[in-house]
Every structure is written in C-alpha cells, then in structure tokens.
C-alpha cells in the first residue's frame, strides 16, 4: 500500500519546485516561511524516525551502505556527525510522547527534540516542562533549561560526566573549509570563551569602521588562531573564570542544598574542585554575598566601577547563572555589551537597577528606539561588536 505521508511529500516537492516568492505579497511571503517552518520541523522528525527504523531493519546495507550514518549523510545532504544524532533522535523520540507530539505538530526542531531526549535520560520527569519552554523560547533557552536539569544528579557527578563528554573532531566541508566540533567542562570552556572574546574585541577595534562590518564571528575565528599561534596581542579578561561559591560550603567541603557553588556561564561545580584551584593558584574571581545590596553602588556617568561589573556579570540573584542578552528569547551569552536601560543622555544613572546586558543586535535596535523616541542625540547607531 502506498503511504499517504510518501504521496504527500511527493506532492510538497512538486509544489515547492514551482514556488516564486516574486509573485506574493511581504506578508504572505511571511506566513509561508512561518508555515513551511513548521513543515520542516515536522518533516525532519518523520525523516529522523523512519530513518532510525531503516537502520534498524539493515535497509541501508540493500542500498551499499556498511554504515547507516553513512546512509542518512548522503540522502539528507549533512555531515557524518548530523546523521547519527538524527538517528539518535529518531530512536529517543520513541520513548517521549510529548516531544514526539510537539515534533510531529511542527512545535519543536529536531535539535530542540534532541536536547530535551538528552535531559529527560539523564534527570527522569523533566520532559513535559521542557517541552513547554521548547515552545515559547528559542534552542538557547532550551540548552539553559536543560543544562539545569542535567545538573539535578548532583556537581560531583555532574562534573565527572562533564569530563568524560569532552572531545574534538574536524573534518573539511564541501567548501574547502576547514571545520571542527567539540565539548569541554565548563572549568576550561569558560575560559577559553573569555580569552576568545577579550582578542576577539581587540582585533575588532584594531580592524576599524571597516573591519567592523564583519560579524564578530569572523573575528572571533581569527582570535582563535590567534590565541594558538601565541601571537594574541590582547589582555585576557581580569578573571578567566568567576567562581560564586558560599563561604559555609568552601570551608566545609561541600555544598548543601540551596548553597551556590558555580563557575559563572557553566553552572554547578564540585567544591573539591573550588579548593583545587585556589590551592594552584588559578586565576578566578571569588564572589561572596555580604548582604549589601547591589543596587546602592550607582552613580552618574558612562563609567562602571569594578564592583558592579561584576555584579553584573553574576547574573540575576539568587541563581547568579551568569550574564544574559536581555531581550526575551535571545538567550546570547558572549560579547555582550552593557546598556543603560534610561540613557545617561536622559539622566539615567549607572547603576544595577538600570543597566542590562544585551548583545550586539539588540543594543542597536534599543539605541535606535532610543533615539526616535528623543531620548539621545543625533548620530548612527552604535557599531561596537558582540559576540
């Protein structure tokens, strides 16, 4: 019998093949990219799950394939990496009935999928919740989400499976580039992030108007080879690595429930660890809560004092997960730029409550309606990077 979901997919390619954006409206053009989204999340669960049943069955072998990754690579166009987490998304999908519903209804990508799969093995019941966030929020979110989920064994374990994770691969694409993937504990991924922004801001700065019409991505690459090659010319940040651990836990050796103990952007780590790298000498930021409250350091001015960089750079309390792009949905965490909520230009003051983190697109846009709505001066939006 021949499947209604192959004669539909047929139909779709056939539909598709003609299809010429020129002869629709902006709007329409837009509900059809918001439609075929949809589409697309829902096509590529259906692929993901018969693919993994392919698999299963040995069909890739009757088509000269060893290898059923190999398979999927070449009939969806990815690399070998892509296909075997599709396959493995396929499989888990089984077992998750609301993702598999939100998948199937186009709510949710296959990545997003993918993460909740991933967290739901490793902290049993998270599902239903994450799938909700999936659904309001983009993969950023979801991967915070998750990432706290992941944590709920505990940071003893959580940091051990984190060490056992770390790998790196690479390969060369179609394009003749040179690519490479990979995962390292948030104690050495941090700072490696740190010391890739810090160069990467300063070969920005030193590129000028010109060069800063590349995306901070590129010049974040060229930071890396940088950094490599120790030809890097720029200071790395003050702290590598912020540390938030309660003074009580530090002394006593571990942390009971409801005490911080975390490396700023990367979430729980073991105390033993915290102690570890005191006892070396690692250059770290400790933050302690005294009770004072942060929004009395304020003053008026563009300049931001130390100590409210770094309570900015905390995140919000009582969590202190690290700073955030503000805008909701967003969820960008690196090359953030620091904006005064009320502009100085309009008697704003420096201080916590009304500064904010926001990356690089977003500041732009709220410098522009700041400026439309007369609250700065005259001039082009900012052109600083971010990351």
């Known amino acids: 019998m021949r499947s209604t979901v192959l004669t539909a997919s ?28 949809r589409a697309e999340k829902a096509c590529a669960g259906a692929r993901a799950r018969a693919a993994a049943r392919a698999v299963a069955c040995g069909a890739h072998k009757s088509r000269g394939f060893a290898d059923g990754a190999g398979w999927l690579a070449r009939s969806s166009g990815t690399t070998l990496a892509e296909a075997r987490d599709q396959l493995w998304a396929g499989n888990a999908l089984g077992s998750l009935p609301a993702t598999l519903q939100a998948v199937a209804a186009g709510d949710l990508s296959l990545a997003q999928a993918a993460e ?38 505990g940071p003893e374990e959580l940091f051990a499976r984190q060490h056992r994770a770390r790998s790196f691969r ?25 010391r890739i922004g810090a160069e990467a801001a300063r070969i920005r700065r030193a590129a000028g108007p010109g060069g800063r019409a590349e995306p901070f991505e590129a010049h974040a690459a060229d930071a890396l080879v940088s950094l490599l090659s120790s030809s890097g010319q720029g200071r790395p940040p003050k702290a590598e690595v912020v540390i938030v651990c309660e003074l009580p836990a530090l002394r006593r050796g571990h942390a009971l429930p409801g005490e911080a103990c975390e490396v700023i952007g990367g979430g729980p780590v073991p105390v033993s660890w915290v102690r570890e790298a005191l006892d ?27 100590e409210l960089r770094t309570a900015l750079a905390l995140g919000s309390p009582p969590g202190f997960e690290g700073a955030v792009c503000s805008q909701p949905g967003c969820g960008r965490r690196y090359g953030l730029q620091v904006d005064h909520i009320t502009p100085v230009a309009a008697n704003g003051p420096t201080s916590y409550e009304n500064l904010q983190h926001l990356c690089y697109l977003h500041h732009a846009q709220k410098t522009e309606r700041d400026r439309q709505a007369g609250l700065l001066g005259p001039g082009p939006p900012s052109t600083s990077g971010g990351w």
């Open 10 to 37: 047929e139909d779709l390619c056939r539909e598709v093949a003609s299809f010429d954006p020129a002869v629709y409206s902006g709007e329409d053009c837009a509900v059809l990219a918001e439609v075929l989204s």
């Open 280 to 306: 070396h000498g690692a250059f770290v930021k400790g933050v302690l809560h005294d009770g004072v409250k942060i929004g009395t350091v304020a003053h008026f001015g563009r300049h931001l004092p130390a």
């Open 116 to 153: 909740v799969a991933r967290a739901e093995a490793a902290s049993p019941g998270c599902e239903a919740g994450l799938v909700e966030v999936a659904r309001r929020a983009g993969l950023a979110t979801l991967k915070e989400e998750a990432r706290l989920a992941l944590a709920a064994p």
């Open 170 to 194: 690479h390969w060369t694409d179609a394009g003749g580039m040179w690519r490479f993937a990979g995962a390292l504990p948030p104690t050495t991924g941090v700072a490696l992030a740190n």
